[in-house]
């Protein structure tokens, strides 16, 4: 406990406990993650605060973890989770014995937050980040169907690039023009091509080596 009073340990205490509690909040851990953090940080707040006077310290860091989970589960836009992050800086920057420490904590919570996504590499990640993380896909198991569905028939089919692909462009299929991309590869216009997959908005397309040429009606 005596070596909190160097703000490099303090720095390591803050940013563990961070990840855990945070890594709780990635990926299902059945609270282990969560019992660990919890445990760290109860080490720094005990170290650092003295008194019941100061437990709105406490509080305040709980109110910040809270409006992070409501984020997660509610808003899914990170508006909310801001000021959590914000209240949960300021709750472990406030009882520190200076301001390099309190800027080293601070530093430590805001680089450990990030950096505990890196646990959905390994565990299995919970869902309620996915639209804050961009990867809520527009699927049809999740409702998005009138768009897909008309997408979905054009898989397989051949096309003519109408305009150059950078490397998106547009695509005639049947005589109907669509958006498309080639997923980084470069074209020409009028271009035979072969729809090769239709991801809930998005249609993807290759060169159709294969055919020299295709009418622009088909």
């Known amino acids: 406990m005596e070596m909190l009073e160097f703000a490099t340990v303090g720095f390591i205490v803050v940013f563990i406990a961070t990840l855990f509690i945070f890594g709780e909040l990635m990926v299902r851990m059945r609270g282990l993650f969560a019992v660990l953090g919890i445990l760290l940080m109860a080490m ?19 109110i910040g973890l809270t409006l992070i989970i409501f984020d997660g589960k509610v808003t899914a836009d990170g508006s909310v989770g801001i000021f959590g992050i914000a209240f949960m800086v300021t709750a472990i920057a406030i009882p520190a014995p200076g301001w390099i420490y309190g800027t080293l904590v601070a530093m430590a919570l805001v680089l450990a937050a990030p950096t505990s ?14 639209k804050i993380l961009f990867e809520d896909k527009l699927t049809s198991d999740k409702g998005y169907n009138s768009m897909n569905d008309s997408y979905r028939d054009l898989i397989g089919k051949k096309g003519l690039t109408k305009t150059p692909f950078r490397p998106t462009g547009t695509v005639e299929v049947e005589g109907r023009m669509y958006s498309a991309t080639t997923d980084n590869q470069w074209l020409n216009e009028e271009t035979p091509v072969t729809v090769i997959a239709a991801d809930g908005t998005r249609i993807v397309v290759v060169e159709d080596k294969e055919d020299a040429s295709i009418p622009s009606e088909v």
């Open 117 to 130: 996504y890196l646990f959905t590499k390994v565990f299995k990640k919970r869902q309620m980040w996915n």
């Open 44 to 62: 720094y707040f005990s170290f650092h605060i003295s008194g019941t006077e100061s437990l709105w310290i406490v509080l305040l860091y709980l």
